[in-house]
């Protein structure tokens, strides 16, 4: 039905630049707010970044001044521009989406299946 797809992970030096990009198709009316999560080896998922509908950003504290979340309604993407990478934001990034299928019908998440990002000299 929705497919999220992440991609632009991979192995960075410290104090480098990834950008990720997440592409969302299949039945969609709208989409509300989009997000991108990580989960390291042995720890819970958590929030990285997400953005309203109208572009209104939130960020986890860890990555604030850092990253940078956008979006393009028009194209169904969302994308995080990660500067100044740390060994400590190695991780699984995922992707989700509050996605809208039908008119007048609560929104259902969904999620990518994960881009690993790999911070290491």
């Known amino acids: 039905q929705v497919q999220l797809v992440e991609s632009g992970g991979g192995l960075v030096q410290p104090g480098g630049s990834l950008r990720l990009s997440c592409a969302v198709s299949g039945r969609i009316i709208s989409i509300a707010d989009m997000g991108w999560y990580r989960q390291a080896p042995g720890k819970e998922r958590e929030l990285v970044a997400t953005?309203?509908?109208?572009?209104?950003?939130t960020y986890a504290d860890s990555v604030k001044g850092r990253f940078t979340i956008s979006r393009d309604n028009a194209k169904n993407t969302v994308n995080l521009q990660m500067n100044s990478l740390k060994p400590e934001d190695t991780a699984v990034y995922y992707c989700t989406a509050g996605v809208y299928q039908a008119v007048g019908s609560a929104f259902a998440q969904y999620w990518g299946r994960g881009t690993q990002v790999t911070v290491s000299s």
């Open positions: 953005i309203t509908r109208s572009g209104t950003p």
